[in-house]
């Protein structure tokens, strides 16, 4: 009987953090894993990858073998003062034309899991402004947007609501590789400190809602679960991996939407009396 080949998974950003524990989890399940990261690691398959360089990009592109199963994005950076620019071109830019140009890798069947986060959970609300962003280069995008003059928190956001929505064109358009993401709210990682400062003026904090910090390895199970061929009928989701944030948020927002009906209503019923 002839043993089945594992699993070829392709991760971002697995040097550190999510991507380092979602390529241990991988591992642990039998799959065969490629590190694509600037950082420099002592996985086995690594190959230099700096979102920020389209020569970089195309050059690890080249070095990814065929027959791909499944192409985990979990590089990114923190927001900072200083770095919209840069955290619009490694999250959002930089991940769409490396996964873009490595779809011809990915086999059908494949999958595509992209880490976004809950900062981008309203997405839907900036539609527009995201279908027109969605297909435009890096100097255009300059062009469009004040982005020095963004609020650091506000470029982070930007950037994952791009990430979410353009997954989800590619998976109504895709007919043999499927686009999921995987969204959640903070995870204690090196970069946990920038995202505090950045979010820190914020109105509504989501400290308040969670009762712990969520881990690594959370996320890499939510993610293995999207990637596993198993999930093969999942295409198009944004999971939510944040204690109940947003169902809480979700309840609050339709209850006050509600009353406000409510209160329309009734005001209307007591003047035609």
């Not at 971002?12 to 039998?30: D, F, P, S, V």
């Not at 065969?32 to 990009?57: A, G, H, K, Q």
């Not at 620019?85 to 034309?97: A, C, D, E, I, R």
């Not at 995987?182 to 904090?205: C, D, G, Y």
Request: aromatic share 6%; proline share 4%; with cysteine.
């Amino acid at each position: 009987m002839l043993e089945s080949k594992p699993m070829v998974t392709v991760i971002t950003g697995a040097a550190n953090g999510i991507g380092r524990a979602t390529c241990e989890l991988l591992k642990a399940n039998g799959a065969s894993t490629i590190v694509c990261d600037r950082e420099e690691c002592d996985e086995e398959n690594y190959i230099f990858l700096d979102l920020s360089e389209p020569e970089s990009i195309s050059e690890c592109v080249r070095s990814l073998p065929e027959n791909i199963d499944a192409l985990i994005n979990c590089a990114g950076i923190a927001p900072s003062n200083g770095n919209n620019s840069s955290v619009l071109q490694v999250n959002w830019l930089g991940t769409k034309t490396f996964t873009e140009a490595a779809l011809m890798k990915i086999k059908p069947g494949g999958s595509v899991t992209t880490v976004a986060s809950r900062a981008g959970a309203k997405w839907e609300d900036n539609i527009a402004q995201l279908r027109q962003l969605a297909e435009i280069s890096e100097d255009e995008l300059d062009k469009i947007l004040d982005i020095d003059n963004l609020a650091p928190a506000r470029a982070y956001e930007l950037s994952k609501e791009l990430l979410i929505f353009w997954s989800m064109m590619h998976a109504a358009a895709q007919k043999s590789i499927r686009f999921n993401t995987v969204s959640p709210s903070s995870v204690e990682t090196r970069l946990t400190p920038s995202f505090k400062q950045a979010f820190q003026s914020r109105k509504i904090n989501n400290s308040d809602l969670r009762r712990r910090t969520t881990t690594p390895d959370e996320i890499a199970s939510a993610i293995w679960f999207l990637a596993n061929p198993s999930s093969a009928s999942i295409n198009g989701i944004d999971l939510k991996v944040d204690q109940g944030i947003t169902a809480q948020r979700l309840l609050t927002e339709l209850t006050i939407t509600n009353q406000g009906i409510q209160d329309e209503q009734t005001q209307s019923y007591d003047s035609d009396r």
